[in-house]
């Protein structure tokens, strides 16, 4: 078994939770074009980018748009989510996240963000922590969306370490898929129903230590 040198982090639902804003813009924009989905369905959403997002809503509401209303109903909803998230201070981090991503600094650990959403570097810069990371790949650089592997293999090329070295930390469905697909160690934030597939599943970064985590998958 490999050893772990280092952790990537999803950002939504693992450090930040911006779900309940991306839930709160794409159900009000639905609204508007007549469509309603339950918080169940916006599981199927997270990680997921933008434009895919939206449209698995308009398909939910069987509903076409041309490309030009396409783009601008995704301009729409990223300038709502924008004002949730210019509201969001510091203590919106998630509990226990920034001590989490501390001490796996602490330990030597590689540090690597791994985000579908091009607003990652706006997000990390608003908690003050983009210092941590030594790579950031996020929407700005990625083309497949999970639960293809792809941001997660340009996260293990940019801190040159192999994908079974490294951890990923996933909050949504597609983000576990594409880790997995990767070759990657896993860990699932969120509940254990919902993320089976992951190795470890804790409901949050202040439920497990960086060494905790290392020495449950070294056993
Ligand atoms: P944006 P993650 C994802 O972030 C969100 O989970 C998903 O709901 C969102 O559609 C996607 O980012 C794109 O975000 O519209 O800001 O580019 O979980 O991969 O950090
Ligand atoms: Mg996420």
Request: charged content about 25%; glycine content about 8%; proline content about 3%.
């Amino acid at each position: 078994m490999a050893t772990i040198k280092g952790f990537i982090f999803d950002l939504d639902g693992v450090i930040v939770d911006t779900a309940k804003f991306h839930f709160k813009a794409w159900h009000r924009l639905a609204q508007d074009l007549g469509i309603d989905f339950s918080e169940e369905e916006n599981e199927q959403l997270k990680g997921v980018s933008r434009r895919e997002s939206l449209q698995k809503i308009l398909d939910w509401g069987q509903i076409k748009l041309s490309e030009s209303e396409f783009e601008k109903r995704m301009a729409q909803k990223n300038d709502w989510y924008l004002e949730f998230v210019r509201e969001m201070g510091q203590e919106e981090a998630l509990p226990g996240a920034k001590e989490f991503l501390r001490e796996s600094a602490q330990l030597d650990l590689a540090i690597g963000l791994g985000s579908a959403s091009k607003n990652a570097r706006l997000i990390l810069d608003l908690l003050e922590i983009t210092p941590l990371f030594q790579t950031i790949i996020d929407g700005t650089v990625v083309s497949q969306s999970k639960p293809d592997p792809e941001v997660f293999l340009k996260g293990a090329e940019a801190l040159q370490m192999e994908p079974k070295s490294l951890v990923v930390f996933e909050d949504s469905l597609a983000g576990i898929e594409a880790a997995r697909r990767g070759g990657f160690r896993t860990v699932g934030i969120g509940s254990k129903s919902i993320l089976q597939d992951a190795e470890i599943v804790v409901s949050g970064l202040d439920q497990i230590s960086p060494v905790e985590v290392i020495n449950q998958l070294n056993f």
